[in-house]
């Protein structure tokens, strides 16, 4: 190989002059010819970029998916800050021992990682100075990337710098870019929704809005994910008959978050506190959707007085575990997803995802679903939901008879999974005065979201409401 071919090699192990303190690998002889000396570290600085950034990135997936699956926001991202610190000191480090192109800048970006990691860890901030810290950490992140590339292209002469390198450092940049939009948006978006109030139910507020008139009063009860702007069409449809209400649970939409996370019997506490402190006169009719039917299963146990008829929309079992062949599996996977959106959200990727959702409601009621799901603070509280879903379908349990009451079961005919029409055909018998409805044209959300399926939803509510005005039985 010639002078000049060995010089263009993928991995030179020969200094190349004007690059600061590369003149090790130099000699002279008696002539005073310069020569270059046989080199004792021989390692391919390519692999070592590869296999050093791929180790922090291959530990943080591990981190975060195995070792602290479920965990809070700070734990999630600050173990994957260190991992990621890791990966940049053994660039650093192996370049060093190993190769004849040492990258000590490597520590800089190294450091920044293992600072911040620790410190989230030791610290674990919430929601609120998350957010503030929103306002910094991406054009710092920017400014050391800006660094990087500039000691990269000075130091690194290894086609992995564009090929690898710089593909890490852009999605990084993208990461704080991202940031810096998602912390603009949320500012922007914050605010509570005209037309519902905030009260008080001890140690935080929900958010309660209520329209029409007449009694029984209609409580609407949220599904996992869902805010009060996802009952838009059932509102419209039910408030020119009776009074509805609905509201959002702690942590979610626009309720306040309480001091810690709640199982069902203390949600089931909460809306009997809102109820009595907002002046809304009972019994009610209680309409959940999905997991909000074992919710509202738990506040008919607790306050059977308080409870005039139910309607359950395509509702979870209190028996999902264990009716649901699928479901274990499937709840084990969502709690590592839930951990990993709030730190997703923080960059502004899941508003991208989240775009298509909430399709079919009011072009307003979707503006206010897409603003409040894409945030940490929402996708934090469902987290700890998904945590304490467990014990909330035990909870529901306790309900075994409503004693005749109205109920309605209205099943979605598409995308059932196994086990699910015996569980709903199980939620039918809790009442001798029940009907079990399917709309064979909907899948799980078109009950709420679709308007015209949302209308066989809001037939259920009127129907239960007129066999208790009039004492006449529910017809099968």
Request: proline share 6%; with cysteine.
């Amino acid at each position: 190989m010639s002078n000049a071919e060995h010089t263009r090699s993928l991995d030179s192990s020969v200094p190349t002059p004007g690059h600061p303190g590369q003149g090790a690998g130099r000699t002279s002889d008696m002539t005073g010819t310069r020569t270059t000396a046989p080199s004792t570290r021989r390692g391919h600085i390519g692999l070592i970029v590869v296999g050093s950034l791929a180790t922090g990135l291959t530990a943080a997936l591990l981190l975060v998916l195995v070792v602290f699956a479920g965990a809070a926001e700070p734990v999630v991202t600050g173990s994957a800050m260190l991992a990621f610190g890791l990966g940049w000191t053994m660039l650093a480090a192996l370049s060093v021992w190993r190769t004849d192109q040492p990258q000590r800048w490597a520590l800089v970006p190294a450091a920044y990682f293992a600072v911040v990691g620790a410190a989230l860890l030791l610290f674990s901030p919430g929601d609120g100075a998350l957010s503030l810290l929103g306002w910094a950490w991406p054009p710092l992140l920017l400014a050391l990337l800006a660094w990087t590339v500039v000691r990269a292209r000075r130091h690194l002469r290894s086609r992995t710098r564009p090929l690898v390198l710089y593909p890490v450092l852009a999605a990084l940049a993208l990461s704080a870019v991202g940031g810096a939009l998602e912390t603009i948006a949320v500012s922007a978006d914050s605010g509570q929704a005209a037309g519902g109030r905030m009260v008080d139910v001890g140690g935080h507020r929900l958010y309660l809005a209520c329209r029409g008139t007449g009694s029984p009063t209609v409580v609407l009860e949220n599904g996992f994910g869902e805010d009060t702007p996802s009952w838009a069409w059932i509102v419209k449809d039910i408030a020119p008959d009776t009074r509805v209400c609905v509201y959002d649970r702690a942590g979610q939409g626009w309720s306040e978050s309480a001091a810690g996370p709640q199982d069902g019997v203390q949600l089931a506490a909460d809306l009997h506190t809102l109820l009595e402190r907002a002046a809304v006169p009972g019994p009610y009719v209680l309409a959940g959707h999905s997991v909000g039917g074992t919710y509202a299963l738990t506040f008919a146990a607790r306050y059977p007085q308080q409870v005039a008829g139910m309607v359950l929309l395509d509702s979870s079992t209190p028996q999902q575990f264990t009716a649901l062949p699928d479901y274990p599996a499937a709840y084990s996977s969502g709690r590592r997803l839930s951990a990993l959106l709030p730190p997703l959200a923080r960059v502004g990727l899941w508003r991208l995802v989240a775009a298509g959702a909430f399709d079919g409601i009011s072009p307003q009621a979707r503006s206010q679903e897409l603003a409040l799901a894409a945030t940490t603070r929402e996708l934090s509280s469902q987290r700890v939901e998904w945590s304490e879903l467990p014990a909330a379908f035990t909870q529901a349990q306790a309900l075994t008879d409503l004693n005749g009451k109205p109920l309605i079961v209205v099943t979605a005919g598409l995308w059932q999974q196994a086990g699910w029409s015996a569980a709903q055909d199980q939620l039918a018998g809790l009442s001798t005065n029940s009907s079990q409805r399917t709309v064979s044209g909907a899948d799980h959300t078109a009950l709420l979201y679709n308007e015209a399926m949302s209308a066989n939803s809001s037939q259920a509510i009127r129907d239960v409401v007129s066999a208790i005005r009039t004492g006449t039985p529910l017809k099968a």
